[in-house]
Structure formats: C-alpha cells, structure tokens
C-alpha cells in the first residue's frame, strides 16, 4: 500500500502543474534562442551552410576593429546619449505642466495629453514618413522657413555630420508622449498632504516644492522611465530603415540596423549574433548603471 502523499509534496507538485508550462515557454522561446544565439556568435555560420566552424572571439573581435561596426557601436551610444535624457527631461517637464493644468483647465489638459501621446499611438513608419517630407532638403517645411528667416537649410538626412542627431530629434518626438503618460501617473498618487507640509516648513516656491517633494517622489516612476527609454534607445530601428537606411555612408548606422543588414540580407548569422550578444550588453550594463544611480533616490511608499 503506497504511503499518503503529504501536504507540502501536493503544495509542490500543484505549483508545478500551474507554473511548468509557462517555464517551458519561455525556455522554448527565450532562453533557447537565446543560448542558441550566443554559441552561434562564437561560429562562422552563414545561413544556409552545412557546416559549421568554431572561430572564437573572431566575430567579436571584427564587430570592433572593422570600422564599418564601430560606426554602428558608436552611432547608437550617440543615439541613446541623446534622446534618453532629453525624452525623460522634456517629458517629465510636459507632465508637470499638464498635471498642474489639469486644476484649471482640465479639457485644454485632455486635449493636450492626446496630442502628446499621438506619435506613440501613430504607425512609426507613417510618421517617419511625414518626417521626410517636412525635413526634405528643398521642398520641406522646415527648410523653407530656415530660407525664408535668412538661416542655413541643413541637409538633414545626407549630412553625414548631421544625420543621427536628425534621428534622435525624432526619437525623442515619438518617445515624449509615452514617458508624459508614466510621468503623469506618477503624479496622480503623490499625497497632497506633503504639498502642505512642505509649506507650512517654509517651502513655497513651485521650483523648490518640485525639488523637495515631486522629484523625490518620483523615484520609482524616473527609474522606470529611464530604463524602458534607453533600451528603447538602443534597439531602434524602424526610423533607420525607413529614412536612412543607414547611409549616408553608414553614418546613421545601428547596431540594431546592423544586425538585421548582416543576419537578414548578407546572412551572416554567426556575426550577427555577435552584434546581438553584444547589443544585449549594452542594454544590461546601462540598465544596472541607471539602477545603481537612481535607486538611491527611489522612495517607497
């Protein structure tokens, strides 16, 4: 006679049955890949090959010395240096803006909110589109008007100097309206009684109750915003494809563009995998530099 399975083994053995198939999706579909990605950019593998050849750090080593994949490296720090603080700091100062103007004119504060948040809704290619038509060397709005109050016409997307920063601009554009929206709730739920205590204690400037209560406050909403922002910095993509393509002369080359020019179009597997294990550091390292620099201010409630 089999002896009677005790409590804490049924506790485990239902945990298993509720929580097991989720564990073998997502080792199916992250962490295999995932594994099967990093061998893979230890290899020569092209797709298509029958064979495969261990080559080391070789794919590493030609990602950063060719100068075609430092351009890429160096374009998205340039990329994500750029438009992560400006997107976090113009939408925290939009969010302000609108929370306080929510007291006394909520519908010009609905409004508003909606025409921040449309980019984000909108199709990135669509808008991409738009953009290149308003920055057109020759016949876009920005351009015309640069001539028409006596100022240079920048090429914005031919000038190699110029052009990741034209990209960043728009980066910054289409990410405002998502952070305004976290931002905004994380408005919404600080106690007002602190506002109070603030100025009975001698706090009654707008600017220093933002930096004695708002902004500490804030914390957990700044550290989320700032790691979801920077790595959607470093995989961007869609705007590159669209407008530049990555030219002129790789100057508006990504490692996210690279990798899918090298995996997708030359079918460079091995050394696209390379670009992504490599990416993938990236995205860890800032992510744990943001923590380690924000989490000191982080205030839970």
């Known amino acids: 006679m089999m002896a009677p399975i005790s409590r804490a083994w049924r506790e485990g053995l239902t945990d298993l049955y509720l929580v097991g198939p989720t564990v073998l999706v997502l080792a199916a579909l992250v962490f295999v890949p995932v594994l ?3 061998v893979l950019s230890f290899t020569d593998y092209q797709l298509g090959d029958r064979s495969v050849t261990f080559v080391g750090f070789d794919q590493y080593v030609a990602l950063f010395t060719d100068p075609i994949g430092r351009r890429a490296i160096t374009n998205t ?15 925290l100062l939009v969010a302000t803006r609108l929370h306080g103007m929510a007291q006394w004119s909520p519908g010009l504060s609905r409004f508003l909110r909606a025409a921040y948040f449309l980019p984000v809704a909108a199709t990135l290619v669509a ?17 015309m008007t640069l001539v028409r109050l006596g100022l240079p016409a920048p090429a914005w997307f031919s ?17 405002i309206g998502y952070n305004m929206v976290l931002f905004l709730a994380g408005l919404a739920v600080i106690p007002r009684h602190l506002y109070d205590a603030a ?7 707008a600017w220093s109750r933002f930096w004695t209560v708002t902004w500490p406050m804030l914390g957990p909403t700044t550290l989320f915003v700032a790691v979801i922002t920077a790595t959607a910095g470093f995989r961007v993509f869609e705007t590159v494809a669209a407008l530049t393509g990555g030219g ?18 030359y079918f460079k597997v091995g050394y696209a995998s390379a670009i992504t294990v490599v990416f993938f550091v990236f995205v860890a390292l800032l992510t744990f530099i943001q923590y380690g620099l924000l989490q000191k201010r982080v205030h839970y409630r």
């Open 36 to 38: 099967i990605v990093f």
């Open 77 to 91: 720090l340039i990329y994500v240096a750029v438009m992560v603080p400006s997107s976090i700091l113009l939408a």
């Open 127 to 143: 808008m991409a589109l738009a953009w290149q038509m308003m920055l057109h060397p020759s016949i876009g709005i920005v351009n």
């Open 159 to 175: 000038d190699r100097g110029l052009v990741i920063y034209t990209l960043a601009l728009i980066g910054i554009w289409q990410t």
């Open 199 to 205: 100025e009975v204690d001698g706090v009654s400037s």
């Open 248 to 265: 002129p002369a790789f100057a508006s080359d990504t490692l996210v563009y690279a990798l899918y020019r090298e995996g997708f179009v």
